[in-house]
Structure formats: C-alpha cells, structure tokens
C-alpha cells in the first residue's frame, strides 16, 4: 500500500489524482496530503482512493502514525526528517494569515467539487505545511458546503501547530447524519488510541458545529477540544426555516440566483475582501485594493451555484434540521472543553443568543463575540482562529494547559494588528527607553539588556500597569525578545473574562505570554531561558494610593533571588516614570471604601478573589493587595520614560546565594537599583525638549518623514520618532 501520508513540504511535484478508476484522472491547483494515497510520488486532490472510510479508518490512521515514527529519523542516521519540525517557532514568525482569501477558496472549489465516486474523506492541504512534533491532532468539521476548505485563511498558521485534517463530503453525497457521526468518531477514537495523553480538537462550522457536539456528547471519556463557529444547533430559530418550502418549489432555471442571495445572507462580502488588505494603507490605496478584491470576488460567486445545486441544497438543509435535533438532545452529556465563536451579523441563524445558550448548558463553555461579523466567521478578516485559540487558554498538547511549554510565539500578523491598535497609547505615552551597558555608560535603546536569556527584569509597576504595552512592544520591535512578565492569578480567572467582546484583557495577557504568578511557572520560564518580567510590588504597587506614586511596596523576602541564581539568570533592575504626566488619580482604595455602594462592591469582588491571593499569610502593606478599578483623570500628557540598570550576574554565584543573608544583600541592591532608576529619571525628564505632546506631535509633522527613511525598517511605522538625548555615565 502506498504511503499513508505523503510528507511532501512545501515545493510539491505537480500535482496528480487517481481514483479508482485510474482512467479517470482530475487534475487540480488545490494541493493537499492524502491519506493512503494512489501515487506515493505525487501530490494528490481530493479523490476517492486518498482514504479509507469507515470501518478501515483505524487501519489508515494506523499506519499515519507509523509513517510519523519513521519520519523522525532520517534513513537511520539519527537526523530528524525535514518532514516534521523539531525546533520551536521563532518570536514574530509569519503566520500567513490572509495569503490565501475567499477568492482561493472559490478557486479551489472549482476543482474539489467534480464527481469521482469517491466517499466521505480526510484531507491535509499542502498550505498547512509540516508541524511541530507533538501537535495535536485538529479535525476540521465544514459547514453546509462541505468541501473542508473553510479553514482555507487560517491553514498556514494552524498547520505549524496542529496536525490538521479537514473533512471533504462530495456534493452528491447522501450520507445520513448518525452514519457521518460514526465516521467522525471512529477516526477520534483511533487518534486516542495513538495518543492518549493529547487532547484531540475538533473545529465544527455551522453544521460541523452540530457534528463535534454528537461526537463529543458520544465520547465523554476522551479528552476533546470543541471550537464552534456559529453552530447551527439553533437551526430552530433559523430566519431559512421559511424558506425550505419556496426553495422546494423553485424551478431549476431560477436555482442559479439562489447561491448569490444566499452568499450575502451568510458572510460579509466586505470582510471577506478586506482580508488580505493592509490596514496601515493610506485611505485611497486601501479603498482602490478593496475595490480591486470585490470586483474579483463577486463574479466567483456564480462558482456557488454548482457547490450547492439545488438537490444538494435541500439535503443539507434537511440534514442540518436533524443534526440540530440530534445534538441539542445530547448537550447534557458533552464533557468536552467547548469554545464558541459567535457573530453579531449571522443573518442565517441566531448565534449570539445561541452561544450564551450554550454557555449556560454546557459544563465547561466559553464564548467570544464578533458583533461585526457574518455567519461564514472563519472566511471573514479580523477572526484568526489561532490567535483566538492561544487567547482563550485553550491551546495544550496535554491533558493540563501549561503556560510556559504549550506558549505559541506571537507572529507578525498578531504584532502588526497590536501595534496598529496601540497607536493612540503608543502617541499619547510617547516612550522613551534608555539602558545601562557593563561599564555603567546609559545609552539610548535596549543595548545594554543582554539578549542571551535566562533574564530577570525587576522593576516598579506604575499605576493599573501603564507602562506595560510600551516595553513589551519595544522589546519586540528592537530586540524581537518576547518578554514573558509574571501577572496576579486573577488576571487569568473567569472572574474578569468578558464573553461579550471578540478579545477580553486576560486574553490579550495570554497571547503575550503572561503567566500566573507561582514558583513553578518561574522555575519553567528561567529552564527555557526566557527574558522575565517581574514586579515584586504587585498588586499594591499598581494600585496604590495619592502620593504614593514611584514609592515601592516590595516584600522583606527575596522571593525570586535564589532561584534565580540557580539558573544563573541575568537580573536587570529597570525604573520607570510618567504616570504623573499621563493620568490624575482622583479616587483611590480608601476614598472608595467612604462610598457606601462602591464599598460593598469592592468587599463582594475581593471574597471572590480570594482563592487567587498570592500574598496569603503576609503583614504589612505588601498584603494589602485589594482588587478594585481606581478613579482617573487623563492629563494632558507628558511622556513615560524607561531606564534598565546595569546588568547584574547571578551565574557563578550560586552557592553563594544558597545563604539567606547573602541573598538578601543581592536582593536589596535590586530595590536600590530601581529606585535609583527612577530618581535619575525624574530628574533628566525636566531636560526632555519633547517631554509634552504637542511638541513631539510638531516634531512629528516637521521632521518624522527625513528621519523615517534614515532609520531601518525596523523603526519605520512607530511612533517612536524622538528621544531625549542622554549619554552620560551616572554619578
């Protein structure tokens, strides 16, 4: 038998299909990896010797995972394959995502959709690319299309991290629902099988949504991830369900508009042409390549009449009125993690209502709300369902989430899309960073942090942690260094989620690779050399009191000294200012404690918070660490300003800081740096020229272009324009 998986990377020879019948032969531009294929030399199309179905999918996936094993190693030589990708993904890696549209994806159809007698089927494009060892399994479940290619924006960047199979039912297929349930679950009962320790993922489009629910409610012992987009489980309250009886009786030469009024009814045309535009374009080339993208995407629309023809229509329409009755009588007995994306715009079903449905019967169920999106939500811009997944906490490769070893690096979509979103904070803070080189000399930029990790940033944090998105940003922009900073517990909770936005703070926290506060999570983050942000004042220090601002509140114990020594991390004192030029804080912790209303709700939300206080069983201030949103009044504003200390080595020091005291002594030289920082800060900011708004935005008009093309593209399209100029060794 052929090779189960052809592993062909990424330059494939040209593409062949063989079905059964080898004298019948389809040739096709959408490339793909079959499973048990006709040919082990060429790249197949969806064809009807690509698999085994049924009872023999144990067989094929069997032998899937025997071409895995012998993958790994290169003729016996110990060398991994290049078919599979042994190391990690760089920070700021490129994703892809928006280099394949709607346009591809009815190009493709085109192709995937010719008869060849061939049965249901698991396919893998060829755009996914070779994963990562270890990826999970992800099972894409289409909607009433059924061709699978509706995950056709989002195969590059999940084909790094997953091992990604999607679903093909041919458009004459008559395969009743129950018999397509048995199908499904027979493939994620071998995959268990396989791997037993990994979780499998099932993605359900519309329909597929109906199709995971059954086979996860079937399944309760197998640990499945289920990410809905707009499941039709409401198919009930459908605004189509009217329409079934005018479609029965609409003479076939009239079927043709259908698709057309259909395809306005399930997507956004203006998002699906909007995905491969960049936002950051000037207003008349963004609106010229919109206009370009729909003037090519509307004629392709025609292509939907021959995907769904009008026998094909009725089916699924009375295929989706059984799913949804199959899967709504079994909810109760779904056990899986369940993840629901839901749009505001879905004139085809009721999703939001659906999804805070399903969020209260579901026993483990999360949603996340597209309120300007349509119903086909995966083929949409501004939804990359990797970037959702890593956000929600709901991407692992074992049975428990680890934040440090199942981190997906942030990309350059993902970096690009911040940056574009941070701009108004990026113009009002105006940073400006500046660091300590070994021989004491402060310079303007981030040379004098090492890059070579294991490194400790220990510093103050300002007020609700205003000064977070800057460095974070600047790191990544000049150093490509994702720094993974040390965040209260809460912060991760359900408590503060909000399932009726597309991306809640806990979310964004989790994308740029933020951790719970605890020793293990420390411990995993300086064993993979990873650059550390820590606050030893938490949260008392950023939500202090009037007149407290720039004063620490660090406890007596050096909690992170020992153990940073033992992995011989770098440790980098920074300080920072500016709060007191960018906000006024107006009520405070005690001055809210006075407001009987405001009392009560702070006392009520911290009970809840209680079973995430990190500073259980401390005295003094540092204890003190009360949850609540302060009063603020924005300035007008001045600018936040950075300064990273000398480094300090801990690596040969390590049984010296075995002792207590020797540790406490390294401790407090940390504090005094930090606020030595800040002292110094405080007082070179009165000389900053550009410290108010107006002047550097005058700057800006004046002289930002000359001084963009001198730069390099690294700084091109910041707002970080103009510095202070300070070259001076300290006192």
Known sequence: ??????????????????????????????????????????????????????????????????????????????????????????????????????????DYAKDVIRPDGGPVRWFTPISCGPHLRDSPVLLFLPGMDGLGLGLILHHKSLGKVFDVR??????????????????????????????????????????????????????????????????????????????????????????????????????????MATVDINNMLPPSKY????????????????????????????????????????????????????????SGKDNMLPSRDEALRLRRTLQNCKVRYFKDNGHTILLEDSVNLLTIIKGTNTYRRSRNHDYVMDYVPLSMYEFEQAVERNGWFRNFAGAAMFSTTEDGKIVRGLSGVPEEGPVLLVGYHMLLGLELSSLVEEFLRVKNIMVRGIAHPTLFSHIVESEVEEFSLSDYLRLYGAVPVSASNLFKLFKTKSHVLLYPGGAREALHRKGEEYKLFWPDQPEFVRMAARFGATIVPFGVVGEDDIAELVLDYDDLMKIPVWADRIISDNKKYEAFNVRAGMTGEVANQALYFPGLLPKFPGRLYYLFGKPIQTKGREEMLKDREEARKLYLQIKSGVETNMSYLLKKRNEDPYRGILDRTLYRVFHAPMDQEKRSPSMKNTAELFEIIVATRRP
């Not at 990424?10 to 490339?31: A, D, I, M, T």
């Not at 698999?51 to 003729?75: F, T």
Request: net charge negative; with cysteine.
């Open 1 to 106: 038998m052929a090779s189960a998986v052809k592993t062909l990377g990424l330059s494939p020879p040209p593409p062949s299909c063989f079905g059964l019948n080898l004298e019948k032969r389809v040739h096709s531009r959408y490339q793909i990896r079959c499973l048990a294929g006709g040919d082990s030399s060429s790249t197949a199309a969806l064809s009807s010797d690509s698999v085994k179905v049924n009872g023999a999918v144990h067989g094929v996936i069997s032998a899937v995972e025997e071409e895995r094993k012998r993958a790994v190693l290169d003729s016996g030589n110990g060398h991994v394959s290049s078919g599979f990708e042994e190391e990690k993904l760089e920070t700021l890696w490129d994703d892809g995502y928006g280099s394949e549209t709607v346009k591809d994806y009815l």
């Open 166 to 271: 999607c679903m093909h039912i041919p458009v004459q297929d008559r395969t009743p629902f129950e018999e397509l349930v048995e199908w499904v679950e027979e493939t994620v009962r071998a995959e268990h099988s396989l791997s037993p320790n990994k979780p499998i993922y099932l993605v359900g489009d519309s329909f597929g949504g109906c199709l995971a629910l059954a086979v996860a409610a079937r399944n309760p012992k197998i640990d499945l991830v289920v990410i809905l987009a707009n499941p039709a489980t409401s198919f009930g309250r459908s605004q189509l369900q009217p329409l079934l009886p005018w479609l029965e009786a609409l003479p076939d030469e009239l079927h043709a508009t259908v698709p057309y009024l259909l395809s306005f009814v399930m997507g956004d045309p203006m998002k």
């Open 287 to 342: 609106f010229e390549q919109l206009a370009a993208n729909l003037t090519s995407l509307l004629p392709r629309l025609s292509g939907l009449a021959d995907i769904i023809p009008k026998e094909t229509l009725l089916w699924k329409l009375k295929l989706l009125k059984t799913a949804a009755a199959y899967a709504n009588s079994r909810l109760h007995a779904v056990k899986a993690e369940v993840l629901v994306l839901a």
